[in-house]
């Protein structure tokens, strides 16, 4: 997204309690909002809690999220179920940015919504507002974790942090540290990360590397 700009794309999905939503996401040029969110008409605004605030100078809608900084890659992992449920047309960009709108560029890639037995990729987001461009961009220190949900021990795979640390913090949803564990720079390309000692629920897996971060959410069901 360019500018003062909001944008949606159709998808007919159905929150449930367990859904989760991932992607990755940057931007230059921070504006007053930057977030992602959902809805069911083609209004700008009126989201109730349904938009994710990520950045930005002004405090709109849901904070929980609201912890981006810099201007690299960072990996989401929402559990979006936990906030809200319900059937949905539109999944939202929002990049909202009135002064100075040509200097602000946000990036969203790989989006999944995530269920327990499913996934779906989405396309192409079409525009509500001006400014359509969506330029692409190299992903950078993701992680990819399965299975999920999981039993207790889930898989990690670690290939884009080769010979590099890493620190993994399980935080429950009041973003409580409960776990944290490190691996070395001569890590394998997978390792496994046991919750199995945590109650079943919702936790947030926190990367970090090289004082970088990026988030998964993972569901701990036996």
């Given at each position: 997204l360019t500018g003062n700009a909001w944008k949606k794309a159709a998808m007919n999905h159905t929150v449930t309690s367990a859904t989760v939503?991932?992607?990755?996401?940057?931007?230059?040029?921070?504006?007053?909002?930057?977030?992602i969110g959902f809805d069911d008409d083609d209004s700008?605004?009126?989201?109730?809690?349904?938009?994710?605030?990520?950045?930005?100078?002004?405090?709109?809608?849901?904070?929980?999220?609201?912890?981006?900084?810099?201007?690299?890659?960072?990996?989401?992992?929402?559990?979006?179920?936990?906030?809200?449920?319900?059937d949905f047309n539109y999944i939202v960009f929002g990049a909202d940015k009135d002064a100075g709108g040509s200097t602000q560029e946000s990036f969203?890639?790989?989006?999944?919504?995530v269920n327990p037995s499913s996934s779906k990729n989405l396309g192409e987001p079409k525009s509500v507002a001006d400014n359509s461009n969506t330029p692409e961009g190299s992903t950078t220190g993701t992680v990819s974790v399965f299975p999920n949900p999981t039993s207790g021990l889930v898989n990690?795979?670690?290939?884009?942090?080769?010979?590099?640390?890493?620190?993994?913090?399980?935080?429950?949803?009041?973003?409580?540290?409960?776990?944290?564990?490190?691996f070395g720079e001569d890590h394998a390309i997978e390792e496994i990360l046991d919750i199995g000692t945590l109650a079943d629920g919702v936790y947030y897996l926190v990367f970090e590397s090289d004082g970088k971060f990026s988030y998964r959410t993972v569901i701990l069901r036996r």
């Open positions: 939503l991932e992607f990755d996401f940057r931007v230059t040029g921070l504006g007053e909002i930057h977030g700008v605004g009126g989201y109730n809690g349904m938009f994710f605030q990520l950045a930005g100078t002004q405090s709109y809608s849901e904070q929980s999220y609201r912890n981006y900084s810099g201007s690299d890659w960072v990996s989401y992992s929402i559990p979006i179920g936990q906030f809200f449920t319900g969203f890639r790989n989006i999944r919504i990690l795979d670690l290939r884009s942090h080769m010979g590099k640390a890493l620190e993994v913090n399980v935080l429950n949803t009041s973003q409580q540290l409960l776990l944290k564990t490190t």
